[in-house]
């Protein structure tokens, strides 16, 4: 497998486009469709699937633009999600407008043996966030779960740090030498991780950390 990722954005989101089994996926295509296309141009690929990690802007901003190209593209994201792709709340203009409502999309999960991939449902940041595990590879997108160092936020409307933890816990399963590329930053290892933020014990002191800065706050289900 090749992979290449792309910082895209204010928000600098990690897209990722992955060439396996003759197959080419772009995960996240967060904003910046040009730069995007622009890779895949040079490199001479037709992406065969858009694989989407959650539903927050910063992560789908380039979708309409590549559909543009290639309006048949497939658009995979889990059913939860996708209920929140067009919703008033999910938008930040002017660089993340409002996500054109009646994009059609499909689970993930209906292509996973077609593409390599594992489905493991990871909710917290998200109620409907995923990541996409290519066994073979070695190889984990994780989405806004776990990053380099730390974990993804759950004061954003829908997000619940008891399922966060369980997600970690999910993914701690894994194999140490796992790499895992986040939504944002740099890339880590599930066993680098594992001697941090994974124990729960950690989770703990450091979302106590972050609610005594006042970073934290409760938050509710987004209605979509």
């Known amino acids: 497998m090749k992979t290449t990722t792309i910082a895209v954005g204010a928000y600098e989101e990690n897209c990722t486009i992955l060439e396996t089994n003759g197959k080419t996926l772009v995960v996240d295509p967060g904003a910046e469709a040009d730069t995007i296309l622009a890779a ?4 001479g690929l037709v992406p065969d699937a858009i694989l989407v990690t959650h539903g927050h802007f910063d992560h789908i901003g380039g979708i309409p633009g590549l559909r543009s190209r290639w309006p048949t ?19 930040s203009p002017p660089e993340y407008p409002p996500f054109p409502a009646g994009i059609p999309t499909e ?12 489905v493991i449902p990871t909710p917290g940041h998200t109620p409907g966030g ?3 595990h290519f066994a073979k590879d070695n190889l984990l ?20 740090m008891a399922a966060l933890m369980d ?12 790499r895992v590329v986040p939504g944002h930053g740099p890339e880590t290892t599930i066993g680098a991780e594992k ?14 950390a972050l609610l005594a800065e006042g970073i934290f706050r409760r938050s509710q289900a987004l209605n979509a």
């Open 40 to 43: 895949l141009d040079r490199a």
């Open 73 to 91: 593209l497939r658009i995979l994201v889990n059913d939860t999600d996708a209920k929140i792709l067009s919703h008033p709340f999910n938008q």
């Open 107 to 118: 689970p993930p999960e209906r292509y996973a043996d077609e593409f390599g991939y594992t």
């Open 130 to 132: 995923v990541c996409y």
């Open 141 to 160: 997108l994780s989405g806004d779960t776990l990053f380099c160092g730390s974990v993804g936020r759950t004061d954003f409307p829908g997000g619940d």
């Open 167 to 178: 997600s970690l816990q999910r993914l701690k399963t894994l194999p140490d030498n796992t």
């Open 195 to 208: 001697r941090g933020k994974f124990e729960p014990e950690a989770v703990a002191d450091y979302i106590s």
